[in-house]
């Protein structure tokens, strides 16, 4: 079953265009929430880790917050180099400690 | 550069052949991830091992194996290769041991197998 659905699967923005990613989650037991941006041929690079609803955190141009139920990734002012996929990924209480990603937006920013 | 080193970058090889790809985790981590990434499919998870022992399994054909060996470098073989085996594969490391709080997985550049 699909746990992590992310929306929308593409997005075209032009630079200093502000929009944000959703991500939305249907697990129980969430041990945290992450988001990796992945460059065409290259590994996922890890930005953040969420653990409960109401925490946020910032990394230059982006903002992760979590809910319940969601978590948004907000590009503020993006800039080209800010072109990506961004994933997002889910892990569960237990004694494993996999990722199970949604399918990602592809995220295009034009000078 | 992640710390984690997969080997080879590109291979091409035919249907019905085996490959063997490699896996080095960062310095370390005990634990390593395999991961399928094809066009369709996002990021599929293989399988987990821990410190040399088996710790989850995905959605593994088969036709594909894994160990992690005692210096901790981990290899995922693929036999019987089919044309929908083409794909990004990923190796991902971990510190995880049995501590709560949520554990980063750090990628390696991946893999890429293109069977003809």
């Known amino acids: 079953e699909d746990q992590v659905t992310q929306s929308p699967e593409a997005l075209r923005l032009q630079e200093g265009e502000s929009s944000s990613l959703n991500c939305s989650y249907t697990v129980s037991g969430l041990r945290g929430l992450f988001w990796y941006r992945q460059d065409p041929g290259k590994g996922p690079e890890f930005l953040f880790t969420l653990y409960s609803a109401g925490e946020e955190k910032e990394k230059e141009r982006l903002k992760a917050t979590l809910t319940k139920k969601e978590s948004f990734l907000h590009i503020t002012a993006p800039k080209p180099e800010d072109s990506a996929t961004y994933l997002c990924?889910?892990?569960?209480?237990?004694?494993?400690?996999?990722?199970?990603f949604g399918a990602g937006t592809t995220v295009t920013v034009r000078a | 550069d992640s710390g984690v080193t997969q080997t080879p970058k590109h291979l091409i090889t035919a249907t019905g052949q085996r490959v063997t790809l490699r896996c080095s985790p960062r310095s370390g981590d005990l634990s390593v991830y395999w991961y399928q990434q094809s066009l369709d499919q996002g990021l599929q998870f293989l399988i987990h091992y821990y410190n040399g022992e088996e710790r989850a399994k995905g959605n593994i054909l088969e036709r594909f194996s894994a160990q992690q060996f005692p210096d901790l470098h981990s290899e995922l073989n693929l036999s019987s290769l089919e044309l929908g085996d083409s794909a990004l594969y990923f190796c991902a490391s971990s510190s995880s041991s049995t501590a709560s709080g949520a554990n980063v997985l750090t990628f390696g550049a991946g893999s890429r197998l293109t069977v003809l």
């Open positions: 990924a889910v892990q569960l209480r237990s004694n494993d400690y996999k990722l199970s």
